[in-house]
């Protein structure tokens, strides 16, 4: 009996699978809504060639960027990658190498190097004559590859020659276009020539070609697993030496890329530990973190206001393995205000001024405030008054050298003398609750003539 329902199991099980099997092959077969091959060939030999119109609209889509990276303007920057024609070599090359046609590989390779070369020369030409020299956010983010661009351009690439290869294309191009953003890079690669920065132009060049590698690998990939029959015979030896080729550029390309994503990872997780670190140990009510770096093997916090303890410190200190800092050597430079902070020669130059703007900050709110309540009890006041002294036209009450001043003006035609001015005096001590206070009265022109 239990033999038998063993057996049932085993068959429900099967079914089961097979079932969910060919359910989940409906929804991810893709071979059903493949396109026609010759169709697809036709269009990718259509668009790797850069004579005529095709050349103009790339030399119009690189100044176009060259012009957004220069001002900054990031849709300005999506707009030329929208128009730019520089998708069709690269996926050219991919889908040669998958269908074995050497032909197609040629007159890719030769085109992709043309547009190459083209859009590097206007991107150069253009920042020669601009006056906006500075390097912007948008060109600086395009100089430093890492293997997050790899992935980038190898999934975008992967939609679209998805979006190529079957019917129902829909918008799929032009995201592709903008997501692996073949164009910045070339921009600041003749940013770098124009301006001699050979790091940003070396920089941006090798993320170009991340780009063009592995939009390429992922159409080589799609193709083979669209089945694309091989114009010529795949055992040849000189199409398995391409391959060699291609697998080996492929490897070379990525073991930069994720040497620079390593220690983009390190940075990220040491300075994500370090603000943990000074948050959780160091900040405390009263105080003010100017800065926290980490230098070498040195941890440096800068703080103005309530003193840290010797003690805090210590024990801060003691848990620094905690965050994985132990290698590090905590340094706490601190002072009451930032004036003295200042006059540590260890400061850089930056938090000196930062210390300086933070102290002039505070003193301008802490007068404003006072101006301001001054202002109000001199409203009050004066209000106050008027029933009391009739002859009182208004009074202003601040600080002035220290002490407390009121400046009494009487009204037109009348003044303030002897006793008057002792009782109003007297009144001002009881309702500004200051001993100590000087009135000052102040007749009118007039007032003196009569």
């Known amino acids: 009996m239990t033999t038998t329902l063993s057996f049932e199991k085993l068959f429900d099980m099967k079914f089961n699978y097979q079932y969910l099997k060919k359910e989940l092959s409906q929804y991810f077969n893709l071979m059903s809504d493949k396109e026609e091959e010759r169709t697809v060939i036709e269009q990718v030999k259509g668009s790797i060639v850069f004579r005529g119109t095709n050349l103009w609209i790339l030399m119009f889509a690189i100044l176009i960027a060259s012009l957004g990276l220069n001002v900054n303007s990031t849709a300005v920057i999506i707009g030329a990658m929208l ?51 500075e390097a912007q956010s948008e060109l600086l983010a395009r100089t430093s590859p890492t293997l997050y661009d790899v992935l980038i351009a190898f999934f975008g690439g992967a939609a679209g020659v998805l979006a190529l290869t079957t019917k129902s294309k829909g918008q799929v191009i032009p995201g592709v276009a903008i997501a692996t953003a073949l164009m910045p890079p070339l921009c600041t690669a003749g940013y770098g020539l124009a301006t001699a920065q050979w790091a940003y132009f070396f920089g941006a060049f090798y993320l170009f070609f991340i780009n063009t590698v592995f939009i390429a690998t992922s159409t080589f990939l799609g193709v083979k697993l669209l089945r694309f029959h091989a114009v010529h015979d795949t055992g040849s030896d000189a199409l398995r030496r391409g391959r060699r080729v ?56 800068v703080a103005v206001g309530k003193e840290i303890s010797e003690a805090r410190i210590e024990e801060a200190r003691s848990r620094l393995h905690f965050y994985g800092l132990e290698e590090m050597e905590l340094m706490v430079i601190q002072a009451e205000n930032a004036e003295n902070l200042v006059m540590a020669s260890s400061l850089s130059s930056a938090e000196q001024a930062n210390a300086v703007l933070s102290n002039q900050v505070a003193d301008l709110q802490r007068q404003l405030a006072a101006i301001a309540a001054y202002d109000t009890l001199s409203l009050n006041i004066c209000n106050e008054a008027k029933p009391l002294f009739p002859d009182v036209h208004s009074i202003a009450v601040g600080k002035l050298g220290g002490v407390l001043t009121a400046v009494v003006t009487p009204q037109e035609g009348k003044r303030l003398e002897g006793e ?28 003196v003539e009569n």
Request: hydrophobic share 45%.
């Open 246 to 301: 291609v697998y080996s550029i492929v490897l070379l390309t990525m073991i930069p890329a994720a040497f620079l994503t390593v220690n983009i990872v390190k940075e990220n997780v040491l300075e994500n530990s370090k603000n943990h670190f000074v948050k959780a140990e160091i900040e405390q009510p009263g105080t003010q973190i100017l800065s926290s770096q980490a230098q070498g093997d040195t941890l440096r916090v």
């Open 83 to 133: 128009i730019s024609p520089l998708m069709g070599p690269i996926i050219g090359m991919g889908l040669s190498v998958g269908i074995s046609d050497l032909e197609l590989l040629k007159q890719s390779l030769k085109n992709y190097g043309v547009a190459t070369l083209i859009s590097v020369v206007t991107a150069t030409a253009y920042f020669l004559i601009s006056p906006l020299s």
């Open 420 to 447: 008057s001015v002792k009782r109003l005096e007297e009144w001002l001590r009881i309702r500004t609750h200051e001993k100590r206070l000087d009135i000052v009265i102040r007749h009118r022109l007039e007032n």
